[in-house]
């Protein structure tokens, strides 16, 4: 059964500390990326991710940081250096060779910092 | 960089009636359009896609339609059911080798009355 999974759903941390969100995929997919969605707007890019050992910023990425030492794995940290970090996190992952461009989606992480 | 305006934010329509959500880009060297549906508290589905290269696609009750010139697509959703209820996103890339960067717009909820 192929897919991305995102764990846990729900998650809480005060204020000041450091969180990490799990993406995981069995796709066999090279590119993997990280968006941020916050009610009422679209989904903005927080990193992305080509090929494994390799990273780039998206639109929003200060305050977060991202590892990729697994094709399967990119985890997200969201740092204390983020302003505003209670959204609702997701994954997708896609292929990269031209083949198809779809992002597949994970069902997402929703943080709440308090 | 890549903006994607999306109208209207909130839609809704009688069952069994049509729905159609528009959207603008402004990079005209944007060649790849998909639509996401998302239901509540998931990850967005891919429904529909087009590339540049098409004026219209078609998959049974769901259409898209592409205006390079004038740089908008649209969503179609003909004979629509209660389970169409969800919010819509359109997105735009510059799809090519390696990762396809989405730029999203903030959705449409769409509400289908029974």
């Known amino acids: 059964d192929g897919g991305i999974t995102q764990s846990p759903k729900y998650l809480f941390r005060k204020e000041g500390q450091n969180v990490t969100l799990s993406c995981e995929q069995n796709?066999?997919?090279?590119?993997m990326y990280w968006y941020r969605q916050d009610p009422g707007q679209g989904l903005r890019l927080i990193y992305y991710?080509?090929?494994?050992?390799?990273?780039q910023k998206g639109d929003i990425a200060e305050g977060y940081s991202v590892s990729r030492e697994k094709k399967e794995s990119f985890p997200l940290t969201v740092t204390s250096a983020q302003k505003n970090p209670t959204a609702f996190y997701l994954c997708?992952?896609?292929?990269?060779?031209?083949?198809?461009?779809?992002?597949?989606f994970g069902p997402g992480t929703r943080l709440t910092v308090t | 960089g890549e903006n994607v305006e999306q109208h209207p934010s909130t839609l809704s329509v009688q069952e069994g009636d049509s729905a159609v959500i528009k959207c603008t880009y402004s990079?005209?060297?944007?060649?790849?359009f998909p639509w996401y549906k998302q239901e509540l508290g998931k990850g967005p589905q891919l429904i529909i896609d087009?590339?540049?290269?098409?004026g219209e696609k078609k998959d049974q009750r769901i259409a898209v339609t592409l205006n390079k010139t004038a740089k908008h697509f649209s969503l179609h959703i003909t004979e629509t059911q209660p389970e169409d209820s969800a919010v819509y996103f359109c997105a735009a890339s510059r799809a090519g080798a390696g990762s396809y960067q989405l730029t999203f717009g903030k959705g449409t909820k769409l509400s289908v009355i029974p």
């Open positions: 796709l066999n997919h090279d590119a």
């Open positions: 991710s080509q090929i494994v050992n390799d990273f």
């Open positions: 990079d005209s060297a944007s060649n790849y």
């Open positions: 087009i590339r540049s290269n098409v």
């Open positions: 997708a992952s896609s292929l990269s060779d031209g083949g198809s461009y779809e992002q597949y």
